[in-house]
């Protein structure tokens, strides 16, 4: 199986960066996708950005601009770079793998933005 562990959570002040980082290991070599979810209070999780084995990108249209996401394939890791931070990106970030069959989850990284 494959495991995911996250980091890099915390508070910060609108306007603000963080960066998440997400290590993987196990059977990493079934994933073919990695990617960042997002969960707020009262909200469904909602995909944030991922990137594939091929080093294509998606983004959500809100964090356009604003997020980057990148992978060192060294060190079996994924990164979350978020710049400009908004009150609205409060929540819970969990590190997402998908291969062709299966897909594995982190625990989470609370995410909060406030002043």
């Known amino acids: 199986q494959v495991q995911l562990v996250e980091s890099g959570g915390g508070l910060v002040q609108p306007g603000g960066s963080l960066r998440l980082s997400c290590v993987a290991s196990?059977?990493?070599?079934?994933?073919?996708?990695m990617g960042w979810y997002r969960q707020a209070p009262g909200k469904q999780r909602e995909l944030v950005a991922e990137?594939?084995?091929?080093?294509?990108?998606t983004f959500a249209d809100s964090v356009k601009g604003r997020f980057t996401i990148s992978r060192d394939t060294a060190k079996n890791t994924v990164y979350l770079q978020m710049d400009s931070l908004k009150p609205e990106d409060t929540a819970v970030y969990y590190c997402?793998?998908?291969?062709?069959?299966?897909?594995?989850w982190g625990q989470g990284t609370q995410v909060t933005v406030s002043s």
């Open positions: 196990g059977r990493i070599f079934m994933i073919n996708v």
């Open positions: 997402n793998g998908r291969s062709t069959y299966s897909q594995y």
């Open positions: 990137i594939t084995s091929g080093d294509r990108t």
